[in-house]
């Protein structure tokens, strides 16, 4: 190639393994993560009363009442919990709900 000399294409080739493993590393980890984290971002903005949910400690239950920190849990007849909004994992029926 005209114009590029000898050292300045072996230093080129010398960062393409790093910019290899930066590219793989952005579509293995960073991504599949950022969309995760969107997705559960999503639910919980999307939470509303008589939604069967699980908590992240494990308790099933269905939300009864909810604001901007806090969901009540109704876990059994006539008991009901408070449990941080982030505190909520899952649907239960996560197929239904996606």
Same mark, same amino acid.
């Given at each position: 190639m005209p114009g590029? $000399? /000898?050292?300045?294409? /072996?230093m080129l080739a010398s960062y393409g393994?790093?910019?290899?493993?930066?590219?793989?590393?952005?579509?293995?980890?960073?991504?599949? /993560?950022?969309?995760?984290q969107q997705r559960r971002a999503d639910m919980l903005n999307n939470l509303k009363k008589g939604d069967r949910?699980?908590? $992240?400690?494990?308790?099933?239950?269905?939300i009864t009442a909810l604001d901007a920190k806090k969901v009540t849990l109704k876990v059994a007849e006539k008991i009901e919990m408070d449990f941080l909004r982030t505190a909520v994992q899952s649907y239960q029926n996560a197929q239904q709900k996606a």
């Open positions: 590029i $000399s /000898q050292e300045t294409i /072996q393994p790093i910019v290899l493993m930066a590219v793989v590393f952005y579509f293995l980890l960073y991504r599949p /993560q950022k969309k995760e949910v699980i908590t $992240s400690g494990g308790m099933y239950g269905t």
